[in-house]
């Protein structure tokens, strides 16, 4: 039994010679980079771009050769070995552990092709970088390409899955990731290009629908495949169930730090200033308008009661009595409301703050929530997806919207103790529903007609 263990061993090492290879290519393109971003405010490494002495120059300049002889080497080997072997099947989805140890396991979908075609533009983008540089030495007419601080690079969109905890150095690729920041013209030009070499590299001697009939066999004759299953089951639970407690800890914990923060922290403070303080009643024109409206119908009601005989008859001097017993409920009643007003105010930025600090501190649970509500809805039916997007639309940027919104921001303004401004309640409607509807509009041109374009041709029959 270990001579066929070991021959399936060499034959899956063999089998992924062309994966190792460009692995090691793509781990030192991302040193090179690492080395761009930390020392020469990501230029090319290069004299011209930093202000080191002759031996720290030397230095760098010996690790660029380094990494470059390493990225041509293993190039020549990637090359060598993809003639003889196919890479992947384009229709492959692979699924990764990120930890295998721990209780909690965290799932990644990943788009293999799409991981092949990404290394390999991120190490031709460094290539060119410096041959282009190379040349532009010998000849000072050539242009040299120099990466702009502030482009997108590709280890940005890749997330390594070793910074999740996993100690596989494979980095898992958001499947909807957004493009890479360039120019127009060099976008269309590099669309060109990658269409034409996509069409000669899926060119195939045997139809794809054989090759993934031979794959999918193969996958179901493999002694690992059953153990591989249930994996695969126990990492999608582990992922689920992070998602969803990680979903109640936003909800659970902004709302007890909301909570416990005006009533036991700062609700004894606000109650003791304004009590020294002797603060006013009302904190708008618009609560203090509210309250004599509201006496002004106690005392009609009591006065028709009396007059209908639905209420004895009472003297004069009983109703201002009566009259003023309500105007001081509702004095403590306002008062209570504006302090309270006053407390909702310090305890929602704890409470948001307790918000932002959940989601910069557990940057892990974010990722494996991401990647659970990307599966969910991309995993939709076209139907369910434009229902969803309708549904959406109508909402908050439909034609019955600006009443929801008037609603929203009055209800808001109330909460914090601010007079509800007409003017700008009807500014926000008149402008951000059309912001959001215009950024609606560009993901599903941008995104969602690329992602699934069949999802949008049925919305757009739907809301016909």
Excluded: C
């Excluded at 689920?240 to 700062?266: D, E, M, R, S, W």
């Amino acid at each position: 039994m270990a001579i066929p263990s070991f021959v399936r061993k060499a034959q899956q090492w063999f089998f992924k010679t062309p994966e190792r290879a460009l692995d090691q290519a793509y781990e030192a393109a991302r040193m090179i980079e690492a080395i761009e971003n930390e020392y020469f405010d990501g230029n090319p490494i290069s004299a011209s771009y930093g202000t080191y002495g002759k031996s720290s120059q030397d230095y760098f300049q010996g690790e660029l050769q380094k990494y470059l002889k390493l990225i041509d080497l293993r190039m020549t080997e990637f090359r060598a070995s993809s003639t003889v072997l196919r890479v992947s099947d384009p229709k492959i989805m692979e699924i990764q552990v990120d930890s295998r140890q721990s209780d909690s396991y965290a799932l990644n979908l990943i788009d293999k092709p799409a991981i092949f075609f990404r290394k390999l533009q991120f190490v031709d983008e460094v290539l060119t970088r410096y041959r282009q540089s190379e040349r532009s030495e010998r000849q000072p007419s050539t242009v040299v390409m120099v990466k702009e601080p502030g482009t997108v690079q590709p280890q940005q969109v890749f997330q390594n899955s070793a910074a999740n905890g996993s100690n596989n150095s494979e980095p898992a690729i958001a499947p909807f990731s957004g493009p890479f920041k360039q120019t127009e013209a060099k976008k269309q030009t590099e669309e060109n290009g990658q269409r034409a070499t996509g069409l000669s590299e899926r060119a195939s001697v045997l139809p794809r629908s054989i090759l993934r009939t031979v794959d999918r066999v193969r996958q179901d004759l493999d002694p690992q495949a059953e153990e591989q299953v249930v994996r695969n089951f126990r990492s999608s639970r582990g992922r689920t169930t992070t998602a969803v407690k990680f979903v109640l800890l936003l909800v659970i914990v902004p709302l007890l730090t909301q909570q416990f923060a005006k009533n036991y922290l700062v609700g004894p403070i606000v109650d003791y200033v304004r009590t020294e303080q002797a603060a006013d009643v009302f904190l708008n024109l618009e609560m203090e308008e509210e309250a004599l409206h509201e006496l002004q119908q106690y005392e009609e009601r009591l006065r028709f009661e009396v007059l209908i005989g639905k209420v004895a008859p009472i003297r004069e001097a009983e109703i201002e009595e009566r009259v003023v017993e309500k105007a001081t409920e509702i004095e403590t009643q306002y008062r209570k409301r504006s302090a309270d007003s006053v407390k909702n105010v310090f305890s929602d930025i704890l409470a948001v703050a307790a918000f932002a600090t959940l989601l910069v501190n557990r940057k892990r649970e974010v990722s494996v929530l991401k990647g659970f509500m990307d599966e969910i809805i991309y995993g939709l039916s076209d139907s369910a997806k434009a229902f969803i997007i309708i549904l959406f639309t109508d909402v908050f940027v439909g034609f019955h919207s600006p009443h929801g919104w008037e609603v929203l921001l009055e209800g808001l303004s109330r909460h914090l103790g601010f007079a509800a401004n007409r003017e700008f309640i009807f500014l926000f409607i008149a402008t951000f529903p059309v912001i959001l509807d215009t950024v609606f509009k560009y993901w599903i041109f941008r995104y969602l007609n690329r992602i699934s374009p069949s999802a949008v041709a049925t919305y757009k029959n739907m809301n016909e």
